[in-house]
C-alpha cells in the first residue's frame, strides 16, 4: 500500500507538471506564431488571435494528458512483465506524440473556427479556465517532493526546444510554396529522426545513473567524443548507435514510398529521390547522435539530469536539421532536372 501510494503520487504529480508545462508552452508558441504571421503578412485579427490561443492551449493540455496516461500504463506494464521501459515509452511518445496533437488541433481548431463569428466567447472561456486551474496545478505540483524540483528547473529545455522547432516551422513555410511534395515527407524525416536520437538519449541516460552519480563523468565516456568512437565503435552506447543508423535506412524507405503511394494513388519515387533523400535521413540521424552524446554528457557533468532535459532540445534539433536537409535534397533535385511532383 506505502509503494501504490508513493506511485500514484509521481503519477499525479507528473501529470499536474506536464499540465502546467503545456499550458504555458502553448500559450508561448501561440504568441510566437501570431507575432511571425503579422511581421511576414502585415495582418493582425484579434478574434483570429484569441482562437489561436485557446486552440492551442485546448489541444496542448488536452494531447499531453492522453499521452500521460498512455505512457504511464505502458511504463507500469512495462515494469511488472520486467521489459526495459526505455525501449517501448521513449519511442512511442515520440512516435504518437505527433499524430494525437495534429488530431486534435485540427478537430479542436476547426470547431473553434466554425463558430468564431457567433460564438467567440467560447475561445474566452477556454483560456479563462486554464488561467483559473493553473495555480491548482502549481499548487499539487510545489507540494509533490517527486516533481517540485523539476518545475523549477524544466523551463529552459522546454522553452528553448519551443524555438527551435519554431525555427523548424519557418523553414517550411519558406519550403512549401516552392516545393510541391515537401509536406508529405518532412514528417517522416522529423519524426523518425526525433524516435531514434529519443530513443539513444534515454538509453544513454539510463547507462549514466546506472554507473555513477550525477556529476561525475564515468571513465568510459567524455563530454567532447571523436564521432567514430561516438558512433559505430568506442564507447557503450556506440553499438546502439551503429543499429539505429542502420534501421533508419529500412524503415525510411518503406515510409517514404507509402507516402508516396497515398498521395499519388500508386508508387511513382525513382532511384535519384530516393539516394538523395536516404543520404539527408543519414546525415540527420549522425549528426543527431553525435550531438546527443555532446548534449547528455554536457548535462551530466552540469549536475541537469538528462531524462528530463535532453529529449526537447534533440527532438526539436531533429525537427529543424531534418526540415532544412530535405530542403536542401529538394533544392539538389531541382537543380538536376528530378523534382519531385506529387501530382505528375
Same mark, same amino acid.
Given at each position: 500500500?506505502?509503494?501504490?501510494?508513493?506511485?500514484?503520487?509521481?503519477?499525479?504529480?507528473?501529470?499536474?507538471?506536464?499540465?502546467?508545462?503545456?499550458?504555458?508552452?502553448?500559450?508561448?508558441?501561440?504568441?510566437?506564431?501570431?507575432?511571425?504571421?503579422?511581421?511576414?503578412?502585415?495582418?493582425?485579427?484579434?478574434?483570429?488571435?484569441?482562437?489561436?490561443?485557446?486552440?492551442?492551449?485546448?489541444?496542448?493540455?488536452?494531447?499531453?494528458?492522453?499521452?500521460?496516461? !498512455? %505512457?504511464?500504463?505502458?511504463? /507500469? *506494464?512495462?515494469? &511488472?512483465?520486467? @521489459?526495459?521501459?526505455?525501449? =517501448?515509452?521513449?519511442?512511442?511518445?515520440?512516435?504518437?506524440?505527433?499524430?494525437?496533437?495534429?488530431?486534435?488541433?485540427?478537430?479542436?481548431?476547426?470547431?473553434?473556427?466554425?463558430?468564431?463569428?457567433?460564438?467567440?466567447?467560447?475561445?474566452?472561456?477556454?483560456?479563462?479556465?486554464?488561467?483559473? !486551474? %493553473?495555480?491548482?496545478?502549481? /499548487? *499539487?505540483?510545489? &507540494?509533490?517532493? @517527486?516533481?517540485?524540483?523539476? =518545475?523549477?528547473?524544466?523551463?529552459?529545455?522546454?522553452?528553448?526546444?519551443?524555438?527551435?522547432?519554431?525555427?523548424?516551422?519557418?523553414?517550411?513555410?519558406?519550403?512549401?510554396?516552392?516545393?510541391?511534395?515537401?509536406?508529405?515527407?518532412?514528417?517522416?524525416?522529423?519524426?523518425?529522426?526525433?524516435?531514434?536520437?529519443?530513443?539513444?538519449?534515454?538509453?544513454?541516460?539510463?547507462?549514466?545513473?546506472?554507473?555513477?552519480? =550525477?556529476?561525475?563523468?564515468?571513465?568510459?565516456?567524455?563530454?567532447?567524443?571523436?564521432?567514430?568512437?561516438?558512433?559505430?565503435?568506442?564507447?557503450?552506447?556506440?553499438?546502439?548507435?551503429?543499429?539505429?543508423?542502420?534501421?533508419?535506412?529500412?524503415?525510411?524507405?518503406?515510409?517514404?514510398?507509402?507516402?508516396?503511394?497515398?498521395?499519388?494513388?500508386?508508387?511513382?519515387?525513382?532511384?535519384?529521390?530516393?539516394?538523395?533523400?536516404?543520404?539527408?535521413?543519414?546525415?540527420?540521424?549522425?549528426?543527431?547522435?553525435?550531438?546527443?552524446?555532446?548534449?547528455?554528457?554536457?548535462?551530466?557533468?552540469?549536475?541537469?539530469?538528462?531524462?528530463?532535459?535532453?529529449?526537447?532540445?534533440?527532438?526539436?534539433?531533429?525537427?529543424?536539421?531534418?526540415?532544412?536537409?530535405?530542403?536542401?535534397?529538394?533544392?539538389?533535385?531541382?537543380?538536376?532536372?528530378?523534382?519531385?511532383?506529387?501530382?505528375?
Amino acid at each position: 500500500m506505502h509503494n501504490f501510494k508513493i506511485m500514484m503520487s509521481m503519477v499525479v504529480g507528473n501529470i499536474c507538471l506536464v499540465q502546467i508545462q503545456a499550458i504555458v508552452a502553448s500559450f508561448i508558441v501561440a504568441l510566437f506564431a501570431i507575432g511571425v504571421n503579422a511581421a511576414i503578412n502585415g495582418t493582425f485579427s484579434i478574434e483570429h488571435s484569441v482562437m489561436i490561443v485557446a486552440a492551442s492551449m485546448f489541444t496542448a493540455t488536452s494531447s499531453c494528458l492522453v499521452l500521460d496516461v !498512455v %505512457l504511464t500504463t505502458v511504463i /507500469l *506494464v512495462a515494469k &511488472r512483465y520486467g @521489459f526495459n521501459p526505455d525501449n =517501448l515509452a521513449t519511442p512511442l511518445a515520440a512516435s504518437i506524440g505527433d499524430l494525437v496533437s495534429l488530431s486534435l488541433l485540427s478537430a479542436i481548431a476547426s470547431l473553434l473556427y466554425q463558430h468564431l463569428e457567433t460564438k467567440l466567447w467560447i475561445n474566452y472561456i477556454i483560456i479563462a479556465f486554464y488561467i483559473i !486551474v %493553473l495555480p491548482l496545478w502549481l /499548487l *499539487v505540483v510545489l &507540494r509533490n517532493r @517527486f516533481t517540485r524540483h523539476v =518545475l523549477k528547473s524544466g523551463w529552459v529545455p522546454v522553452i528553448s526546444a519551443l524555438f527551435i522547432s519554431g525555427l523548424g516551422g519557418l523553414v517550411l513555410d519558406a519550403a512549401v510554396e516552392d516545393h510541391r511534395g515537401f509536406v508529405v515527407f518532412q514528417p517522416i524525416i522529423n519524426g523518425i529522426g526525433g524516435n531514434l536520437v529519443s530513443v539513444q538519449a534515454s538509453r544513454m541516460a539510463t547507462k549514466l545513473h546506472q554507473t555513477t552519480e =550525477l556529476g561525475i563523468m564515468p571513465a568510459f565516456a567524455r563530454i567532447f567524443e571523436w564521432p567514430h568512437r561516438a558512433l559505430f565503435k568506442g564507447v557503450p552506447y556506440a553499438k546502439t548507435a551503429r543499429i539505429l543508423i542502420a534501421m533508419s535506412i529500412p524503415g525510411q524507405t518503406v515510409f517514404i514510398f507509402v507516402a508516396d503511394a497515398i498521395h499519388k494513388s500508386a508508387s511513382t519515387l525513382d532511384a535519384a529521390f530516393v539516394f538523395t533523400y536516404l543520404t539527408a535521413n543519414i546525415i540527420q540521424i549522425t549528426l543527431l547522435l553525435f550531438v546527443a552524446h555532446i548534449i547528455i554528457h554536457a548535462m551530466w557533468r552540469w549536475k541537469i539530469d538528462p531524462d528530463n532535459s535532453s529529449i526537447p532540445y534533440l527532438t526539436a534539433l531533429g525537427d529543424l536539421s531534418g526540415s532544412s536537409l530535405l530542403l536542401v535534397a529538394f533544392i539538389f533535385l531541382d537543380s538536376i532536372g528530378r523534382p519531385y511532383d506529387p501530382h505528375d
